[in-house]
């Protein structure tokens, strides 16, 4: 009897594993403290995995493979990976075991240590999701002295031959996000989201509850966006291709009040459990454009294949290279506590209570949201990153280590010093007002420096510049803000400087 492990993020029904039924394989799969108290996660995030991981154990069961499912509340349930894995290998008197390799270090290396003291053989697989190998990455930017996603996503595109003529990208561009930064302001319409059917979320969210697991925001099993099952993935990358592509790319950057969704996709749970796969996402997308080439514009598909086809494989392998050295970085030096309001949204700037009650809400912000808003203001108000990791990693759905901590610590963070991040994201009050209508209801103003009504942003951003000035004077792309920064008036810089640390000395007062 060979015992197969599958972990909550390795839901790939289309893995050869599954080629064929074995009665001598049995898979295993846990729900398990271990993953969900290791940080403090959103109860949605939670619900979501373990609604996945049962849906894609029943749908195998019903194609006669045979599975070992260790609900939470199960006496049986261990509770710890390698407690249960000893325990069902025992049990069922195993003679292998296999298991398909992790995507977050922290697993793998458990898996590792297992497997070495392991008395059967043991072997590992492949998960068949990415399009790279873990080291791929790795092996292409060798002897180079600087990492360029841009460089290493035309070399994706030739690889699979994506919106390619011949050698040359289709269209004559690589990149069109110049013309992606468009801010929404009513219009066009935007289609309401895609609701997925649901069925024991609530079972799963009151199980979860009575076991008594920490966890954080809010649940509602009507307004529950994430989908368990492959097909409802289908469905919710369908319903994205054919009502919001057409505009996703010219306001992919966009932020607004009233608006959570905008034209965003939300596929990203589904694709980081492997519910669904990143090239049939691709080519899905693609399809769709080439038939309907009059209401969408390439630059609109290019836009959203590039964060598929180059982002998310550039940063799976960025994670996989540094690991676990980079989980360590804090190039800045930041050291100070994230402030309370980040776990409740109570806070006067209407940008940060809009997008973190959101978030506390349905599990979800979309990358800009992440970045600028959140990200932005942990930056400026100088949080260790751990802080900021333990936040990020916990309060979104499709929050999964190998994604969230380099674009985390590295993107938005700038904390591993430039690997992600050319500069630091970092932005006054007036790109959230560029980008945004949050600053027409806030309580500051996001034009004024000082001053009780002075949005925050703006001391903050002055003042992280002068302190961090010396880390970042060789950095060519922050010359011109620190030339801004020298024609300050010393009196006034002075006064920025003193507003800026009393935020940072108490954040939740504003």
Same mark, same amino acid.
């Given at each position: 009897?060979?015992?197969?492990?599958?972990?909550?993020?390795?839901?790939?029904?289309?893995?050869?594993?599954?080629?064929?039924?074995?009665?001598?394989?049995?898979?295993?799969?846990?729900?398990?403290?271990?993953?969900?108290?290791?940080?403090?996660?959103?109860?949605?995030?939670?619900?979501?995995?373990?609604?996945?991981?049962?849906?894609?154990?029943?749908? $195998?069961?019903?194609?006669?493979?045979?599975?070992?499912?260790?609900?939470?509340?199960?006496?049986?349930?261990?509770?710890?990976?390698?407690?249960?894995?000893?325990?069902?290998?025992?049990?069922?008197?195993?003679?292998?075991?296999?298991?398909?390799?992790?995507?977050?270090?922290?697993?793998?290396?458990?898996?590792?240590?297992?497997?070495?003291?392991?008395?059967?053989?043991?072997?590992?697989?492949?998960?068949?999701?990415?399009?790279?190998?873990?080291?791929?990455?790795?092996?292409?930017?060798?002897?180079?002295?600087?990492?360029?996603?841009?460089?290493?996503?035309?070399?994706?595109?030739? $690889?699979?031959?994506?919106?390619?003529?011949?050698?040359?990208?289709?269209?004559?561009?690589?990149?069109?996000?110049?013309?992606?930064?468009?801010?929404?302001?009513?219009?066009?319409?935007?289609?309401?989201?895609?609701?997925?059917?649901?069925?024991?979320?609530?079972?799963?969210?009151?199980?979860?509850?009575?076991?008594?697991?920490?966890?954080?925001?809010?649940?509602?099993?009507?307004?529950?966006?994430?989908?368990?099952?492959?097909?409802?993935?289908?469905?919710?990358?369908?319903?994205?291709?054919?009502?919001?592509?057409?505009?996703?790319?010219?306001?992919?950057?966009?932020?607004?009040?009233?608006?959570?969704?905008?034209?965003?996709?939300?596929?990203?749970?589904?694709?980081?459990?492997?519910?669904?796969?990143?090239?049939?996402?691709?080519?899905?997308?693609?399809?769709?454009?080439?038939?309907?080439?009059?209401?969408?514009?390439?630059?609109?598909?290019?836009?959203?294949?590039?964060?598929?086809?180059?982002?998310?494989?550039?940063?799976?392998?960025?994670?996989?290279?540094?690991?676990?050295?980079?989980?360590?970085?804090?190039?800045?030096?930041?050291?100070?506590?994230?402030?309370?309001?980040?776990?409740?949204?109570?806070?006067?700037?209407?940008?940060?209570?809009?997008?973190?009650?959101?978030?506390?809400?349905?599990?979800?912000?979309?990358?800009?949201?992440?970045?600028?808003?959140?990200?932005?203001?942990?930056?400026?108000?100088?949080?260790?990153?751990?802080?900021?990791?333990?936040?990020?990693?916990?309060?979104?759905?499709?929050?999964?280590?190998?994604?969230?901590?380099?674009?985390?610590?590295?993107?938005?963070?700038?904390?591993?010093?430039?690997?992600?991040?050319?500069?630091?994201?970092?932005?006054?009050?007036?790109?959230?007002?560029?980008?945004?209508?949050?600053?027409?209801?806030?309580?500051?103003?996001?034009?004024?420096?000082?001053?009780?009504?002075?949005?925050?942003?703006?001391?903050?951003?002055?003042?992280?510049?002068?302190?961090?000035?010396?880390?970042?004077?060789?950095?060519?792309?922050?010359?011109?803000?620190?030339?801004?920064?020298?024609?300050?008036?010393?009196?006034?810089?002075?006064?920025? $400087?003193?507003?800026?640390?009393?935020?940072?000395?108490?954040?939740?007062?504003?």
């Amino acid at each position: 009897m060979e015992v197969r492990l599958i972990l909550g993020d390795q839901l790939n029904s289309e893995h050869s594993w599954f080629e064929q039924v074995n009665s001598d394989v049995i898979y295993v799969m846990f729900e398990m403290r271990q993953e969900t108290n290791y940080v403090k996660h959103h109860i949605q995030k939670v619900v979501a995995f373990f609604g996945a991981m049962r849906s894609f154990a029943k749908a $195998k069961e019903s194609e006669g493979h045979q599975f070992l499912y260790y609900t939470l509340d199960d006496p049986e349930n261990k509770h710890d990976l390698t407690s249960n894995l000893n325990k069902v290998i025992s049990l069922l008197d195993a003679n292998r075991f296999a298991y398909q390799l992790p995507d977050e270090f922290r697993l793998d290396e458990q898996l590792r240590l297992f497997c070495k003291d392991l008395h059967i053989p043991s072997k590992s697989y492949d998960s068949e999701h990415f399009l790279t190998k873990r080291d791929e990455m790795a092996h292409f930017f060798e002897g180079k002295k600087k990492w360029v996603m841009e460089f290493f996503y035309r070399y994706m595109r030739k $690889k699979f031959d994506i919106l390619m003529v011949h050698d040359q990208p289709e269209g004559g561009s690589w990149n069109y996000d110049k013309f992606n930064r468009n801010k929404w302001n009513g219009s066009p319409e935007i289609p309401p989201p895609f609701y997925p059917k649901v069925d024991e979320t609530d079972v799963i969210q009151k199980m979860i509850e009575d076991e008594g697991i920490k966890t954080l925001g809010t649940f509602s099993k009507d307004d529950f966006l994430f989908p368990v099952t492959r097909e409802e993935s289908i469905d919710q990358l369908d319903y994205f291709c054919q009502h919001l592509l057409a505009h996703f790319g010219t306001y992919q950057d966009a932020m607004h009040q009233e608006q959570t969704n905008l034209f965003h996709a939300r596929i990203s749970f589904a694709l980081n459990a492997k519910i669904i796969n990143p090239l049939e996402v691709i080519n899905h997308a693609i399809d769709t454009y080439r038939k309907q080439p009059d209401a969408i514009s390439l630059s609109q598909v290019e836009g959203f294949v590039r964060q598929v086809l180059g982002w998310r494989e550039y940063i799976r392998g960025l994670y996989w290279k540094e690991m676990p050295s980079y989980k360590e970085l804090n190039a800045l030096e930041n050291n100070n506590p994230l402030p309370d309001f980040y776990w409740t949204g109570k806070t006067k700037m209407n940008c940060l209570s809009t997008t973190i009650k959101n978030s506390l809400e349905h599990a979800y912000a979309h990358h800009i949201q992440r970045l600028m808003i959140t990200g932005n203001f942990a930056l400026l108000a100088q949080t260790h990153p751990d802080a900021v990791d333990e936040w990020y990693l916990g309060i979104y759905a499709d929050a999964v280590e190998w994604v969230q901590l380099p674009n985390t610590r590295g993107m938005s963070q700038y904390a591993d010093g430039g690997m992600v991040a050319t500069k630091p994201y970092v932005s006054s009050g007036s790109y959230v007002n560029k980008m945004s209508n949050y600053c027409s209801s806030c309580s500051y103003n996001n034009k004024k420096r000082l001053g009780d009504d002075a949005c925050p942003f703006n001391s903050l951003y002055w003042n992280f510049l002068d302190d961090k000035k010396d880390l970042l004077k060789s950095n060519n792309r922050m010359g011109m803000m620190l030339n801004l920064l020298r024609k300050i008036n010393p009196e006034e810089l002075a006064a920025i $400087k003193t507003r800026a640390y009393e935020i940072i000395a108490n954040p939740d007062a504003y």
